[in-house]
Each structure stands twice: as C-alpha cells, then as structure tokens.
T-cell receptor, first 115, second 111 residues
C-alpha cells in the first residue's frame, strides 16, 4: 500500500533554532500534502495545504513566515519551523493525497520539543 | 463548515467488554467517513472507512456504519482487548479536501 515516510520521528531543539520536517511519498505521487498539528491530549488541526509546485495555503491563525512549507516535487514536502519557541512543541503529522484524489496516507508524525 | 463530534472519554472498559464510541458529523453533501487509531507515542493508523450511506467499514473486529439519516458513524467492537487501548479519532473528508477530525476518544482496556 501507499506509504509516507516522515522524518524525524522526534526532535528536541533549542529555542530560537529552526527545525525541518520531511514527508516523502515512497510509492505514489503526492499532488497535495496536508500538514496537521496536535497539541497534547487534543485533536489534530489542519495547519496548511500544499500542492506540488505552488505556494501553500495556510489556515487562519497559522503564521506562514514561521511555518515554511515547501512542496517542490511530487514525492517530497517539507515543513520548517523557524525560530522555534517552547509553545511550538507539538506533534506534527503530514497527510498525502495521491494524484487520483481518492487516497490519503498519513506519515508517522514528528514530536517536536523546544527547550 | 464541516465538523465532527465524538464522545471524548476517557472510556475505561474491562477486557472482553462491548465498545461503542459515538460519532456524529455535520457536512454538506456526502462526505467520506473514517476512524483512525493512535497508539501511545505513534502516528495515525487508518482503522476503517466508509464512503457512502449505509456502507459498513470493518477491520480487526471493529465496525462502523455510515448513517446518513442520523449523520452518524459510531464505532463498535464486540469484545475489546488490552491491546485496543489507544485514542480513536472519527474524521471526515469531502471532495478531496483536508480531513476534519473529532476531538478523539481515549480508550483504556483493563485486564
């Protein structure tokens, strides 16, 4: 079946540094990638939607200059948390939609802790 | 907009008990409905799904039926195991758009 590889699975970084999270579709072309964030004991909330080769669309309240999304190819999308702060500590997870638009595959998630 | 409501729990059951987690949704048209499971420290795993009214999704002993008339997609299992302890998310997607998740229900199964 379709697989999305998400790395790293966990990361601890110092406040003020940047962290890049990668999601790679291994056996299909991900024309659309969704990025979600999950705070402890809460549900997943959509942060942004990116289509290959175009700028991401961010949900209300999500700072596009802080959460940089790049979807330069049909198999790779990245989320960079810039100048991370402790309040950015969360579980980030991507979801890729295939070219046909009918299949969705989630990555395994990245737990970010900013100290 | 679209939304999903589910019982938040936590739900604590003894092994072999019957499980029901209620889920209702609000959406225009005919969304696809899903149940995802998240084990401690892990990502989301698709448990089951249904794409049209009256469809029944099933997997690993879990079942849910897409009820258009009651806009519901309740999750059931006849006999839970300790290994079923996890957080369960009801979700929908419509017309190829992003998922909308319910708040999640934490299930603890005691031996």
């Amino acid at each position: 079946g379709a697989v999305v590889s998400q790395h790293p699975s966990w990361v601890i970084c110092k406040s003020g540094t940047s962290v890049k999270i990668e999601c790679r579709s291994l056996d299909f072309q991900a024309t659309t990638m969704f990025w979600y964030r999950q705070f402890p004991k809460q549900s997943l909330m959509l942060m942004a939607t990116s289509n290959e080769g175009s700028k991401a669309t961010y949900e209300q309240g999500v700072e596009k200059d802080k959460f940089l999304i790049n979807h330069a190819s049909l198999t790779l999308s990245t989320l960079t948390v810039t100048s991370a702060h402790p309040e950015d500590s969360s579980f980030y997870i991507c979801s890729a939609r295939d070219r046909g638009g009918s299949g969705y595959t989630f990555g395994s998630g990245t737990r970010l802790t900013v100290v | 907009g679209n939304s999903v409501t589910q019982m938040e729990g936590p739900v604590t059951l003894s092994e072999e008990a019957f499980l029901t987690i209620n889920c209702t949704y609000t959406a225009t048209g005919y969304p696809s409905l899903f149940w995802y499971v998240q084990y401690p420290g892990e990502g989301l795993q698709l448990l089951l799904k249904a794409t049209k009214a009256d469809d029944k999704g099933s997997n690993k002993g879990f079942e849910a039926t897409y009820r258009k008339e009651t806009t519901s997609f309740h999750l059931e299992k006849g006999s839970v195991q300790v290994s079923d302890s996890a957080v369960y998310f009801c979700a929908l997607t419509h017309l190829g758009q992003n998922f909308v998740f319910g708040p999640g229900t934490r299930l603890s199964v005691l031996p």
